[in-house]
């Protein structure tokens, strides 16, 4: 949702901030290092609660991963290697393993948990993680056409979420509700072409986050990108 309580920081860029982070340890990459943990985090800690059910155990796993990285001891990340989303979800794929480990060591002969042999190839690590990821971006694009509303005065956002919440209404019935939220008459037309601009905004908004991610990167990459992330159709507009 576009209230998130777990906002991200608004950071503009990825493997430029990897390099700072994985420098000499200055002031700058502490706070290299702590920027990349803001933009991630929240969608790190969303993937191990639901792949763990237990939001303690998430915690505990988060916190060791937060401080192994704050401390320089994933530093392997490179550009040369691939996006950073791919780095993480190997650390991520490894640390929830460890986890499942650890608890079958604890209980002896019990036999494996379920749930491990459900990570033992790291396929639905993938599969999690970018979801997660991808419910991380469409809430930053959500937030930052939000913030294009309260700066401009169009009402994208309001218009586009009515269209979303109710995707079976008529214009009639949106703009009729638009007008109320608005405190002015707004005809049908006028639903639709703000409609339009929306749908177009919110699409180069989220290139635009897409973009960052990948610090830049080549048309292919992008479309890569936004075809791994189910993205591609929001964006179709945008390309």
Same mark, same amino acid.
């Given at each position: 949702?576009?209230? #998130?309580? @777990?906002?991200?920081?608004?950071?503009?860029?990825?493997?430029?901030?990897?390099?700072?982070?994985?420098?000499?340890?200055?002031?700058? %990459?502490?706070?290299?290092?702590?920027?990349?943990?803001?933009?991630?985090?929240?969608?790190?800690?969303?993937?191990?609660?639901?792949?763990?059910?237990?939001?303690?155990?998430?915690? #505990?796993?988060?916190?060791?991963? %937060?401080?192994?990285?704050?401390?320089?001891?994933? %530093? /392997?990340?490179?550009?040369?290697?691939?996006?950073?989303?791919?780095?993480?979800?190997?650390?991520?794929?490894?640390?929830?393993?460890?986890?499942?480990?650890?608890?079958?060591?604890?209980?002896?002969?019990?036999?494996? @948990?379920?749930?491990?042999?459900?990570?033992?190839?790291? /396929?639905?690590?993938?599969? *999690?993680?970018?979801?997660?990821?991808?419910?991380?971006?469409?809430?930053?694009?959500?937030?930052?056409?939000? *913030?294009?509303?309260?700066?401009?005065?169009?009402?994208?956002?309001?218009?586009?979420?009515?269209?979303?919440?109710?995707?079976?209404?008529? /214009? %009639?019935?949106?703009?009729?509700?638009?007008?109320?939220?608005?405190?002015?008459?707004?005809?049908?037309?006028?639903?639709?072409?703000?409609?339009?601009? *929306?749908?177009?905004?919110? *699409?180069?908004?989220?290139?635009?986050?897409?973009?960052?991610?990948?610090?830049?990167?080549?048309? #292919?990459?992008?479309?890569?990108?936004?075809?791994?992330?189910?993205?591609?159709?929001?964006?179709?507009?945008?390309?």
């Amino acid at each position: 949702p576009p209230d #998130d309580p @777990d906002r991200l920081s608004q950071i503009t860029t990825l493997w430029s901030v990897v390099h700072r982070a994985h420098g000499l340890q200055t002031a700058t %990459a502490q706070q290299a290092k702590e920027q990349l943990l803001a933009r991630y985090g929240v969608a790190i800690r969303r993937y191990l609660v639901g792949a763990l059910r237990d939001e303690t155990a998430a915690d #505990d796993v988060y916190q060791n991963f %937060a401080l192994n990285f704050l401390e320089g001891k994933l %530093a /392997s990340a490179s550009q040369d290697r691939g996006n950073f989303r791919g780095f993480l979800k190997t650390v991520l794929y490894r640390s929830v393993a460890d986890h499942f480990r650890r608890g079958s060591r604890d209980r002896l002969s019990q036999p494996a @948990d379920e749930d491990f042999a459900q990570h033992d190839d790291g /396929s639905a690590t993938d599969t *999690a993680f970018d979801a997660s990821w991808r419910d991380t971006l469409l809430t930053r694009t959500w937030d930052a056409l939000s *913030a294009v509303e309260s700066e401009t005065g169009r009402p994208l956002f309001t218009v586009l979420r009515l269209r979303v919440e109710q995707p079976e209404a008529s /214009s %009639a019935e949106l703009a009729e509700e638009l007008s109320t939220a608005l405190g002015r008459k707004i005809t049908s037309t006028h639903l639709r072409v703000w409609l339009h601009r *929306a749908r177009e905004r919110f *699409a180069a908004l989220l290139l635009s986050e897409i973009r960052q991610s990948l610090d830049g990167g080549e048309r #292919d990459a992008i479309e890569q990108e936004l075809s791994d992330l189910q993205l591609l159709d929001y964006c179709r507009p945008a390309l």
